[in-house]
């Protein structure tokens, strides 16, 4: 289907390297456009052939598919694929930056990543994505969410019993990813999905077994206890126990935002019932204040007279009692 790579395209920098494979971000020079260049290279014959099945499987994933958030198939070759250019950072970069991200930013992302996974899961013949984690999410300049690498997803085929090969990212992966537990399905990505969820809340390594549990018993400081409770419905060991599909996520999601709403509103309601309370307090106490007050002045004015009087009486006894010592 392509040209030879050195005719077509123009390599610019590496973006990185995996097995037997290599990522250039390149120019084409047909087109002018940016692509990300993946090329097969030298290496021992079982990772070759592996990186070279992922290729084939990553073409053939990508011609089905048409979404703003899925890098488009440009060209490929026997071996190299030539993708659309994502440009911005990856999640992964994001966090090590930030450490983690706050409530209302996560769940951005969480809803944009929902919405490409539900596009994937909703084929008629769906694709299960398998490898959900912050490194092949990309962010970019304006927030756009893209997702990444799809030579590990898979066609999800109902009645088979199990998937041909047993492939995900560990701390992230469903039980089930690693086989005899049947074959992955939406809910599988809905797993790898919670786990992202809380490390992007978090920030913790979800291959740290102890802090993802100390994180699913206590949460974490600033999220809501509505939305640790989506996540920990994510990350069930048992996919029954899960959310069904992506679209009951979207839903809790929404719900944990009316809720955090509502409790804002009473929030501000007490302050204002409590503000009120302490408005009429000062004001009685402003008010009592200005009663005592022209109380005070009042009963000066009509006692200072007979004040006067009685200095001036004590006055003239104590002159008359002096003259009379003499």
């Known amino acids: 289907m392509g040209q030879g790579i050195d005719l077509r395209y123009k390599k610019i920098r590496k973006l990185g390297s995996g097995g037997c494979a290599d990522a250039f971000l390149a120019r084409d020079k047909k087109t002018g456009r940016l692509v ?16 070279s099945e992922s290729l084939i499987n990553e073409v053939d994933i990508l011609r089905r598919l048409r979404h703003k958030g899925i890098p488009a198939l440009i060209d490929a070759g026997d071996e190299y694929v030539a993708i659309e250019f994502a440009p911005g950072k990856s999640l992964l970069a994001v966090l090590r930056e930030q450490k983690r991200l706050k409530e209302k930013e996560a769940v ?4 944009d990543i929902l919405s490409i996974l539900g596009y994937l899961h ?24 893209t997702l990444i690498d799809y030579g590990v997803s898979r066609i999800y ?10 492939l995900g990212t560990c701390g992230f992966a469903a039980p089930e990813q690693y086989g005899s537990l049947g074959q ?23 291959k740290d077994d102890q802090a993802v549990e100390r ?36 839903a809790a999601l ?18 204002s019932l409590a ?43 104590i002159e008359e009692y002096m003259e009379d010592l003499r």
């Open 254 to 271: 929404d719900k944990c935002r009316i809720t955090k709403i509502k409790r804002k509103v009473f929030l501000g309601i007490r302050l």
């Open 108 to 111: 951005r992302i969480a809803k």
């Open 275 to 317: 503000a009120a309370c302490i408005s009429v307090a000062v004001t009685a106490g402003i008010s009592h204040y200005e009663i005592a007050k022209e109380y005070i002045q009042e009963d000066t004015r009509n006692r200072l007279p007979a004040v006067k009087e009685r200095l001036g009486r004590a006055k003239v006894r």
């Open 122 to 145: 909703s084929r008629r013949e769906p694709i299960i994505y398998r490898d959900l984690k912050p490194s092949n999410i990309i962010i970019g300049a304006y927030g756009e969410v």
């Open 215 to 250: 994180v699913k018993e206590n949460g974490v400081r600033g999220v809501s206890s509505e939305l640790m409770a989506v996540i920990r419905k994510c990350i069930k060991p048992d996919r029954s126990e899960r959310f069904r599909d992506v679209g009951e996520i979207k």
């Open 157 to 166: 085929r109902e009645g088979e019993r199990n998937d041909s090969t047993y």
């Open 184 to 206: 992955t399905n939406p809910q599988t990505d809905i797993y790898c999905f919670g786990m992202t969820l809380l490390q992007m809340l978090s920030g913790i390594d979800t």
């Open 36 to 51: 990300t260049l993946k090329c097969l290279r030298e290496g021992g014959e079982k990772e070759y052939k592996k990186a």
